[in-house]
C-alpha cells in the first residue's frame, strides 16, 4: 500500500513538473514572460531540469531584457546539451545585449589539440565507451583463444590490443575532462555595475568595472571573495553575492 | 551811582571777560610709547605764560607759539597757542597741571586734565602724522555671505573699499592677489568701479566694490580665505591750507589688506549617501533624450545627458550611459552654458553620445540616476531616467559573423535566406531528468563494469583447461557415460512401475547397464559367475554381490510371476539400494 501510494506520488510529480512546463509554453506564448518564469521555475524545484527548460527560462528573461539571468540559463542549457545549435544562437543574442564585450583569448597549442579531442565527449560518456571496449575486449580474447587457424588468431590479437589502447585513451581522456570540469567553475555577474577589485578587501582599488551578464572563471576562493579571471585572461576579486556559479 | 558803576564795570566785563584760557590734549588715553600734543589756547594776547611742571611727562618738543588773528566782517579773532609734545614717562593716570597766564593783568589758569596712561601700544601715532588720519579713513572689508556652507556649496566673498570723504584715492595696485586654497573660485569681472554711499561702524563712508568671487569649498573643516592686499595712492588733507583757505592736499601711500577670514565647512551628511553620488551639490533637473529610438542600419543616433539647474555645475562629472555592447558608443561631446552670477553657477551642462548600433534587434540602455544635495533642504535626491529601448530594424544579425561577405555574394535576384539569423523560439518539448545525478565516471559500477570482461579470461581459460582434460580422459568419459544410463534407465524403470513387465525389464536393463559402466564389461560377458568373480576381486561386499545376484534373478522370475505393486515398489527400492551400495565399494 505505501509503496503504492509513494509509486502514485512520483508519477504524479513527474506529471506535474511535465504540466508545469507546458503551462510556461503557454505563458511564454501569450507574452507573459514573468509568469512564464515563475512557471518553469516551479518545475526546478521538482529537482528536475532539462537544457530545454533552461533554455525556455533564459528565452524569457532575455524577453524581459533581464541579460544576467538569461545568460545564466542559457550556459546551465548548454551544459547539459553542449552542441545545442538554438542554444548558441539565442546565447550570442543575450550576449550582444549585454554591456561589456570581452575578448577571448584562443587557447593555443597541444594542450589546446588534446582538449579539442577530449572534449568531444563527456566523461561519464568515455567511461561508457571504455566499458563498452572493455566486453569487445572480451570478446576478442574469445575469438582469439578458441579460433583454430593462426590468421585469425593474429587478427584477434591485433583487435584486442587496439581494444586495449581505446580502452587507456578513453578512460585517460574522462580523467583529463573530469580534471578540466572540476576546475572550470565559470559564473556569471548578476549586478548591473560591479566593480571588481585588485584584492579581497571593500575599500581595495577597483581593477575593472564588469556589467551584469558578464561571464567569468573563479579561481580562488577567500571567505566571501572569489578570485575571478575573464576570458581575456585579466584577473580580480569580487564578492560571492555578486555573481552565480553555472555549476 | 554806585550801582550803575558797578552796572557799567559788568557790562565791560562781559565785553572783556569773553578771555579764553584753556588746554586741549590730543587724546586723554595713551600709551606709554605714544606722544601727546597739548595746546594751551588763548583767545586774547597774554604775557607771563607759566607752563605746568608735567609731572609724570618728558616735553619733547615745546614750548611753540602760534598766534593767528583774523579780521571778518569787522570782528577780529585772535587765537594764541602754547604747544607741547610730552612723552609719558610712567604708567596711570597722571595729572597735568594748571597753567598760568596774565591777560591784562588778569592771571588765568587752566583746568587740570587728566591722562590715562597705558601700557605700551603697537604702533606709536604720531599724532600730527597724517598716516593716522588715514588709518581710520580706509578700511578694506572682506564681505562673506555664509561661514559655515556645505562641501560645494556656493559661497561668495565681496571685497569693499570704504574711505572717508575727505581723502582722495588717486591709484590702487593689487599687492597680493588671495589664493583660495581648498576652493573652487570664479571672479566676476568688475567693469567699471562705482562709488556708493554706505555706513562703516556707524560712520558714513564712502566704498566701491573691487572684487566679488564666488567660492565653492572643495574640502570640509576650517578653511582660511588669504586676505587680500592693496597699495593705495592716497590724497590726504594737511593743516596747511593755500591762500583760498583750502587745506592742502599730501599725498600719501597706504597698504590696506582684509583680514584673513575662516569658513567652517560642514562635510555632506554620509546617512543616504547614495552609491552613484558624483559631489553634485545644488538643484538640479537631470534628463536623458534619445534623437530617436528606431533606427536602420548605419544610422546613428544621439543620446543626450543633461543637468540643468543651480549648483556647482563644472565640478561633477554627468553619470555615463550604459550601452549593451551590441551598440558603438563614443566618447561624448560636452557643452557647458554656466553662468555664474554672485549667488552661484546657473545653467545647464550635457554630454552628447554618439551611438552607432552593430546589429539588428533591440537594445536596452539601461535607466541613469544622478544624485545631487540639496543643501536648502539638507539631504539627497536621486532623479531616474527611464529605460530607453532602442530598435535596430535591418542590418547583420548577431549569429551570422561575416554579414558584408554574405550581402556581397548574394547581390543577385534571389535572398539567401539565413536560418541562424533569429531568436530562436523556445523549445516545446523536454524531457525531464532529475538535477542530482550521480556520476557514472569512477563510481563502482564503473570499475565492476570494466575489470568484469578480465576476471572472465582466467575463468574462460581454466574452462577450456578442463574441457580438454575431461575430452583427454576417455574411461572416465565411459564411466560416466555409463553412470547416466544406469541412471536413465532406472528412471525408465521408475516410469513403468505401474506396469510390471515392462519395469522388470527395464530394471534389468539398468543393473546390466551399470555394471558394463562400472566393470567396463561387455553385455556378452554377463553370466552370473563372472558377474561375482569381478566384484568380488573388485572387494565388493559379498552381501551386496549377493543381493544384486538375487535380484537379476528376481527379474526375471517376476516377469512372468505374479507380483503386487507393494513388491514392485520393493524391488525398486532394493536396486536403487544395491546400485548405491555397489558404486560406494567399487
Known amino acids: 500500500m505505501k509503496k503504492a501510494l509513494l509509486l502514485f506520488l512520483l508519477i504524479s510529480s513527474c506529471l506535474n513538473a511535465q504540466n508545469g512546463f507546458e503551462q510556461g509554453n503557454a505563458l511564454y506564448n501569450k507574452g507573459k514572460y514573468s509568469e512564464a518564469i515563475t512557471a518553469y521555475e516551479g518545475v526546478l524545484k521538482t529537482k528536475k531540469h532539462s537544457a530545454e527548460l533552461y533554455f525556455n527560462i533564459a528565452n524569457s528573461y532575455y524577453k524581459l531584457n533581464k541579460v544576467g539571468p538569461s545568460i545564466y540559463n542559457y550556459e546551465k542549457a548548454l551544459l547539459l ?27 593555443v597549442g597541444f594542450n589546446k589539440m588534446i582538449q579539442d579531442v577530449t572534449s568531444v565527449y563527456q566523461y561519464n560518456t568515455w567511461a561508457w565507451i571504455a566499458v563498452g571496449f572493455s566486453f569487445v575486449f572480451l570478446l576478442l580474447f574469445l575469438g582469439y583463444y578458441l579460433s583454430g587457424t ?93 555573481i552565480k556559479e553555472i555549476k | 551811582m554806585k550801582r550803575y558803576i558797578f552796572l557799567l564795570l559788568l557790562t565791560c566785563q562781559g565785553i572783556f571777560a569773553q578771555v579764553q584760557f584753556e588746554a586741549k590734549v590730543s587724546k586723554t588715553t595713551l600709551g606709554l610709547n605714544e606722544r601727546l600734543r597739548i595746546d594751551f589756547t588763548m583767545n586774547d594776547d597774554g604775557d607771563n605764560f607759566v607752563p605746568p611742571n608735567f609731572e609724570g611727562f618728558k616735553v619733547v618738543a615745546g614750548p611753540s607759539q602760534q598766534i593767528s588773528q583774523s579780521w571778518i566782517n569787522g570782528r577780529s579773532t585772535f587765537n594764541k597757542t602754547y604747544s607741547y609734545f610730552l612723552m609719558p614717562s610712567q604708567r596711570g593716570v597722571v595729572t597735568i597741571r594748571q597753567a598760568s597766564i596774565e591777560i591784562r593783568g588778569q592771571v588765568y589758569k587752566t583746568s587740570p586734565i587728566k591722562i590715562n596712561v597705558t601700557a605700551a601700544i603697537d604702533i606709536p601715532k604720531d599724532p600730527n602724522d597724517s598716516q593716522i588720519s588715514v588709518d581710520d ?39 597680493d592677489k588671495p589664493k583660495y586654497n581648498d576652493f573652487w573660485s570664479q571672479n566676476i569681472d568688475i567693469k567699471n568701479l562705482q562709488v556708493e554711499e554706505g555706513t562703516y561702524k556707524g560712520e558714513r563712508f564712502r566704498f566701491v566694490v573691487l572684487r566679488k568671487t564666488v567660492l565653492y569649498p572643495q574640502k570640509s573643516g576650517k578653511l582660511t580665505i588669504e586676505p587680500l592686499s592693496l597699495d593705495i595712492d592716497v590724497q590726504v588733507p594737511t593743516n596747511r591750507r593755500n591762500m583760498f ?69 563644472k565640478l561633477f562629472n554627468l553619470p555615463k550611459p550604459v550601452v549593451p555592447s551590441a551598440l558603438e558608443m563614443y566618447d561624448p561631446v560636452h557643452t557647458e552654458k554656466v553662468n555664474t552670477p ?31 544635495f540639496d543643501p536648502s533642504l539638507g539631504r539627497y535626491k ?23 561577405a554574405n550581402e556581397a555574394n548574394s547581390g543577385g535576384a534571389k535572398q539567401a535566406v539565413s536560418s541562424t539569423a533569429h531568436f530562436q523560439f523556445i523549445k516545446l518539448k523536454t524531457k525531464l531528468v532529475p538535477t542530482k545525478k550521480a556520476d557514472f565516471f569512477d563510481s563502482a559500477l564503473f570499475y565492476t563494469l570494466l575489470f568484469l570482461p578480465f576476471l572472465f579470461i582466467p575463468i574462460i581459460v581454466l574452462l577450456k583447461k578442463k574441457k580438454e582434460a575431461i575430452d583427454a580422459d576417455v574411461v572416465g568419459n565411459r564411466t560416466k557415460r555409463s553412470n547416466k544410463l544406469a541412471k536413465i534407465f532406472l528412471t525408465e524403470a521408475k516410469k513403468q512401475i505401474n506396469n510390471k513387465e515392462p519395469f522388470y525389464i527395464a530394471l534389468e536393463k539398468a543393473m546390466h547397464n551399470f555394471l558394463k559402466a562400472k566393470l567396463h564389461i561387455e553385455t556378452s560377458e554377463m553370466s552370473k559367475e563372472k558377474i561375482k568373480e569381478i566384484l568380488l576381486t573388485r572387494n565388493a561386499n559379498p552381501e551386496t554381490v549377493s ?34 551400495a555397489l558404486e560406494k565399494q567399487i
Open chain 2, 137 to 175: 579713513a580706509i578700511h578694506l572689508v572682506a564681505e562673506v555671505t555664509k561661514g559655515n556652507p556645505y562641501i560645494n556649496e556656493p559661497i561668495t566673498v565681496v571685497y569693499k573699499l570704504y574711505f572717508s570723504y575727505n581723502i582722495g584715492i588717486t591709484n590702487w595696485r593689487e599687492l
Open chain 2, 547 to 580: 543381493d544384486f545376484i538375487n535380484l537379476t534373478e528376481n527379474c526375471e522370475f517376476a516377469r512372468y510371476a505374479p507380483a503386487s505393486s507393494v513388491t514392485i515398489q520393493n524391488d525398486y527400492d532394493k536396486a536403487v539400494e544395491i546400485i548405491s
Open chain 2, 382 to 404: 536621486t532623479i531616474t531616467s527611464a529605460e530607453i529601448m532602442v530598435k535596430v530594424l535591418d542590418g547583420p544579425s548577431v549569429a551570422s559573423n561575416e554579414p558584408a
Open chain 2, 342 to 372: 554672485l549667488s552661484g553657477m546657473t545653467g545647464k551642462v550635457s554630454d552628447s553620445y554618439a551611438i552607432i548600433p552593430q546589429y539588428k534587434g533591440d537594445y536596452p540602455i539601461k535607466a541613469m540616476s544622478f544624485t545631487y
Open chain 1, 81 to 107: 546539451s553542449p552542441n545545442d545549435k538554438e542554444i548558441q544562437n539565442n546565447l550570442n543574442f543575450a550576449k550582444k545585449a549585454a554591456i561589456d564585450d570581452i575578448k577571448e583569448v584562443p587557447n
Open chain 1, 150 to 242: 593462426t590468421l585469425s588468431k593474429r587478427l584477434f590479437f591485433i583487435g584486442m590490443f587496439i581494444a586495449l589502447l581505446i580502452i587507456a585513451i578513453s578512460i585517460s581522456s574522462a580523467l583529463f575532462e573530469k580534471s578540466i570540469y572540476e576546475r572550470d567553475r565559470p559564473a556569471i555577474v548578476f549586478e548591473d555595475i560591479l566593480p571588481v577589485k585588485t584584492e579581497p578587501k571593500a575599500d581595495a582599488p577597483d581593477a575593472f568595472l564588469l556589467h551584469e551578464g558578464a561571464k567569468v572563471y573563479i579561481l580562488d576562493t577567500l571567505d566571501t571573495w572569489r578570485k575571478i579571471q575573464l576570458t581575456d585572461e585579466t584577473q580580480g576579486w569580487v564578492e560571492e553575492k555578486a
Open chain 2, 245 to 313: 583757505g583750502q587745506y592742502l592736499m599730501a599725498n600719501d601711500n597706504k597698504r590696506v589688506s582684509a583680514g584673513a577670514k575662516t569658513i567652517n565647512v560642514k562635510p555632506l551628511p554620509e546617512a543616504g549617501k547614495p552609491a552613484d553620488f558624483s559631489g553634485a551639490v545644488g538643484r538640479f533637473d537631470f534628463r536623458v533624450i534619445p534623437s530617436k529610438t528606431t533606427l536602420k542600419n548605419g544610422e546613428s543616433l544621439d543620446l543626450n545627458v543633461s543637468v540643468a539647474g543651480t549648483g556647482n555645475l
